[in-house]
């Protein structure tokens, strides 16, 4: 039995699905492991009678309360840890964990954060622009085919899960950054670096990208953002000051 904070904390998150069998294959995947909290965005075809199909009796609760979004931005604003699954490795990918690796350390996180698994549309998978939303990336090893039925990643993704819940230590485990705490400051860093002249307007998205990876290292908590936004803040005030002081020493 899936203790009750990991079922509360941890939600599966369909980016872009194109068939609703799917979404209710993995309703039920999840209904088997534990697992409640179903949250789809863009789906092709959100036909609930097909849906419900799939998912049978068992899961209809899970399909009843799934939240529906329109964008992934929007659907991932409150949680705190977002992984992806990939099946693509390359530069941008290269933070790769197995289910099991993964497992292991996000579950005592899921303590005190909410945690987001993101699974790709069936054809393409997660997009470069869907990763950047990540904190950690997840591979399902395989033989030799690598394309895996959404269900059937799902339901390995909550095996995994289910099979390293132990019980929550006395260690404290810290409140991470949300992920819509994380894009304000990022945007905010952005820009001041580009007034400051350390990154260039034109192509800030590819600085920030690298400042973004260095920010998934580190696993920034709530305090951490407070204190690098508040370092904006100073920047961006020395800035107007001595732009002003400029200006007063021209007009005396």
């Known amino acids: 039995m899936v203790v009750d904070y990991l079922s509360k904390n941890v939600a599966m998150v369909l980016v872009r699905p194109r068939f609703p069998e799917n979404i209710g294959s993995a309703a039920r995947a999840m209904c088997n492991m534990g697992f409640y909290n179903l ?8 036909d609930k009678d097909r849906i419900f ?5 068992a899961a209809a609760g899970v399909v009843e309360q799934m939240a529906v979004f329109d964008s992934l931005e929007t ?11 990939t099946a693509r490795l390359g530069r941008q990918r290269s933070v790769i964990g197995s289910p099991e690796k993964l497992a292991q350390k996000l579950v005592p996180l899921a303590t005190e954060n909410r945690v987001a698994v993101l699974f790709g549309p069936e054809d393409r998978g997660l997009s470069n622009a869907d990763i950047r939303f990540c904190h950690w990336l997840m591979n399902i090893p395989t033989a ?12 390995i993704v909550c095996y995994a899960l289910f099979n390293s819940v132990q019980a929550p230590t006395q ?15 990022y945007a905010k860093l952005s820009e001041i670096l580009v ?10 998205d590819y600085w920030m990208n690298r400042v973004r990876h260095f920010g998934t290292r580190m696993q920034l908590q709530a305090r951490d953002v407070n204190i690098i936004r508040g370092i904006c803040r100073q920047i961006n005030w020395y800035g107007n000051k001595r732009y002003q002081d400029g200006n ?4 005396a």
């Open 39 to 46: 949250i789809v965005v863009a789906p092709e075809n959100p």
């Open 53 to 57: 199909k799939l998912s049978t009796h």
């Open 75 to 85: 659907a991932l604003a409150p949680f705190n840890l977002v992984v992806g699954t």
């Open 144 to 155: 030799k085919f690598a394309s895996l039925n959404l269900a059937q990643a799902v339901m």
């Open 171 to 185: 260690k404290s485990v810290p409140r991470l950054a949300s992920r819509q705490e994380l894009d304000g400051m």
């Open 195 to 204: 007034r400051i002249d350390y990154i260039k307007a034109d192509n800030a």
């Open 248 to 251: 007063d020493k021209k007009g």
